[in-house]
């Protein structure tokens, strides 16, 4: 897989060493800025995030340290390549001395040509303008040139000049070489094979050598398709798109010939000697003969061929020599730096465009789907410069190899960019007289391209000639006919680009290949051999092709190009993290450790790319009590235990990512660990003990039940209880497919939960805010569907936030009958209780009165001088009502006293269901009485409790509506409960708490009599 220099820096990222290291500059910045990244199982605490954020700006692989009075030794300096390398050195480094191997006769014509080329190019007057006066000598102590030549024994040098850089040299790179694509086979080999082995041999000799650099082409890949790993060629193997082997057994049992320098070298020379042929003949022959081998072996040419032969034989003779080999596209003008647009003579992919420009190319050899991958010069550069310095400095004799690109994370199909081309010539003339050029037509093999193009060029040489005379006719018919060559010649020198399709990662299988290739790189254990058969099972086997090539072809790009802004967000994120009044960065809320984590819906969806990448470590999440991440358990689970479900659940993560691709939403998110401290606090509610809900004064709120409908579909702002998992999102990533597995798949933002939040302890909640819905769906359980695309019409808050509020709240699982003891009942209270309550927007007046059931009673709070005003004695009439006035809600206790609470922008309440009563095994009856009570005590105005037409439920809003007509307080329901479970536990009564408060409802004879069968 072909990435672009930016891959890079996510590509090979080195893992954290120590807790104040960052590895990678991006743009000059700390590509993960703090330690506040996805690629660490474990965030910083709270309070540690602006000490560590601003120690780590000064982080990274180390640039700048690295090249610190350096001395490098360069072959190819005055070519495009090698002129940007220097230029970029000089202007970003203080590297030391710079050995430059110039071809020339002498000394003297060495620095003549150093300064023409070099020196006085336009390239460098970033640097001119930098240094003034001081330009000529910072330039002359800084480039050394020597004389010499690559094909030349000891690379042609004096021994002056091999003395200084043996004793000197830190890093050797070689970016000489004949680019030329139908030079003789003879020079080729010469210049791309033979000149590195002597270099390497030189290197060898070297005794400070850090790192050996060789530039290559991607195109060493030959005709190689799909998913190209970044590792060294073998000697011997070919190019061929079935040989993409790693053991050198495989290639010698390969039906192809084995490729063999030494029988190449022989046969060059053999046809140099045939004393027959004059220059022109040899010439024409090598050329001949260097595209047949290259035929032969699976080359497009035999430039591409001796490239990879030199990779091969750097490979087989380096022994402890660590070697870094630059596999880039094709290199094209300056995206950047110093200055957008440069770029070395007509080189590359001009002639083409220009030649379109004059009207000579009708059509090209290319396939239009295929992506064109030409990368800028300065990408090349710069991933260069932060290569050497990531293994220059590793002391490991490795070979490594990078491939520079930009095919997938920026595409661009042929078809589109002669569409841009036809469009810009069209309004923008090459020359006054060429007007009105054609749309080229891409066609698939050179008889249909020579017969269009010959025609093309014939009408259009024709046109106005009716009156000319033969003479003039054949005079425009041989023009014609050295216009079509021309064409024809360019086509094929080009076609390696047209129908090149190494960069696409069009498959399941590919897939998951360049998942389990980034997370070796990254040093992430392999990819689990089921997750790749899953990865292969959906997108190969159950995605249909049109969908699936549309998830290749333009999600998965996308997706790249989001994870390589991952670095600007989290930086972006850092820098807002604080500014509404509270901490809200990216950090582990640890158990016990309230707090609030802020997000944006772009930087959510970044981190969960990370999770579809798997790139998250698993190391030691499960000590840290943090659930897994990432996405290869869904895949794996969809392969080992197929069924439908699961499908449907990868569909929905699909389509999140899609839309997110299609259109990125803006919004946040914020997740917010809440906890009831376990010992007194004084700006926090304390776990309450049982004595506490027995003598809660709280009046009950109103409570509706309802049989139909879903509780993310309710439209009223509610405290949705969606989770009775102690992690979030439950098994959302395996086989679950219950309430809040299903909540994750049509709101997947909320997956992101589990980097950050480990599992909740009995005294903890989690409360999300603004997660936007992006799935339909039906079903549930095994006949779960997704039923395409879901627009979340939600309002916004002022924190960005969409107006939807999801507590999770874990329940107690498979409790049987310890269910009704006491403990496990304040248990249960106590969490729904964390979940329902919210302390920013209750006054202290409030809160000590939510806790004190008597005006002496306060529990935990403040001195008793600031208990005034705590109480008033309203009419009791004005019960329930809202003082739209102040933006207070007003509740009263069974004695008539009143609170008055701050508001919201209308009345939050619950909408919750059976929670914890499913797989978990609850008490529905109890379970409804809970969530009740601790509504209330928490001074939410109402509950809407889904049944979800569970038959122990039939009959919760009529034991609702006799409760209040009692007039019972919490506490006074809360006693009740207690000894109807007391019953229970001792097996004193099997009928459910219904039936035993109310038999009277469940009497066939006299079903409408309500009595109370217990006294108070």
Known sequence: ??????????????????????????????????????????????????????????????????????????????????????????????????????????????????????????????????????????????????????????????????????????????????????????????????????????????????????????????????????????????????????DIDEIMSCSFPRLDLADEISLAMKSCQVASQDDYDVTKNLKRLGQERANLFGWYNAYHLTKAMGEMVLNEIRQDIPVLIIRPTVIESSYKQPFPGWIQGNRMFDPVIISYGKGQLPAYLADPQVHMDIIPVDMVVNSTIAAIAKHATSRRPQLNVYHVASGVVNPLRFCDFFEILHEYFNSTPLTFNIKNISKIKCLSNMSDLSKYTRDAISQRNEMGTADADEKMLQKLRKQSKAKVAYAEQLCKMYEFIGFFKGSNVNSGQLFALAIADLRNSLGISALHSSASLGFSLFFDDLMDKDNAKKWFEEVVPQLANLLLRLPALLETHYQNAGLIGMETSLRLLDSQQSGMVLLSQELIAALLVCALFCLFPTTNRGAKHLPTINFDTLFMSLYERYDVKQEHKIKCILHYFERTCSEMPMGNVSFERKVLPLQNSQSNIVYPEADFWSKSTVSLCRLEARTSGLIEDQPTEALEVDFANKNIGGGALRHGCVQEEIRCMINPELIVARLFLPSMADNEAVEIVGAERFSNYSGYAASFRFCGDHVDTKSVDTMGRRRTRIIAIDALSRPGKRQYALECLLRETNKAFCGFFDQHKIDSNGLKWLLAPEPDQVIGMAPESSKTNILTTDDPSTSCEADTQTSYEVRKNNKGQMLQYKGNEGEIGVATGNWGCGAFGGDPEVKAIIQWLAASQALRPFVLYHTFNLEALQKLELVVQWILSQGWTVGEVWNILVEYSTQRLKRQTKIGFFNWLLPSLYDDVHPMILDVPHSM
């Open 1 to 246: 897989m072909m990435m672009n220099n930016d891959y890079y820096y996510s590509r090979r990222t080195s893992r954290r060493m120590s807790k104040l290291s960052v590895n990678v500059l991006y743009n000059g910045y700390p590509y993960f800025p703090s330690l506040h990244h996805p690629l660490e199982s474990e965030l910083p605490a709270a309070s540690s995030v602006q000490q560590e954020y601003s120690d780590d700006r000064r982080g990274g692989i180390g640039i700048i340290e690295f090249f610190q009075g350096k001395n490098i030794f360069i072959t190819g300096a005055t070519g495009l390549v090698g002129k940007a390398f220097i230029e970029k050195l000089l202007r970003s480094t203080s590297v030391g001395k710079i050995y430059l191997l110039i071809k020339a006769e002498d000394k003297e014509a060495a620095v003549d040509r150093l300064k023409k080329e070099v020196v006085d190019s336009e390239l460098f007057k970033s640097l001119r303008e930098k240094h003034g006066n001081y330009y000529e000598a910072f330039v002359k102590e800084k480039l050394i040139p020597v004389v010499g030549n690559i094909c030349d024994p000891n690379l042609g040098m004096d021994s002056n000049s091999t003395t200084a850089i043996i004793k000197d040299v830190d890093v050797i790179i070689e970016s000489a070489a004949s680019t030329s694509l139908n030079d003789r086979y003879d020079n080729l080999l010469d210049i791309n094979v033979n000149a590195p082995q002597r270099l390497m041999r030189f290197a060898k000799t070297c005794k400070n050598l850090k790192l050996f650099v060789h530039i290559s082409t991607a195109y060493v890949n030959g005709r190689k398709a799909g998913l190209i790993l970044e590792k060294p060629l073998i000697m011997g193997e070919n190019g061929r798109n079935d040989d993409n082997k790693d």
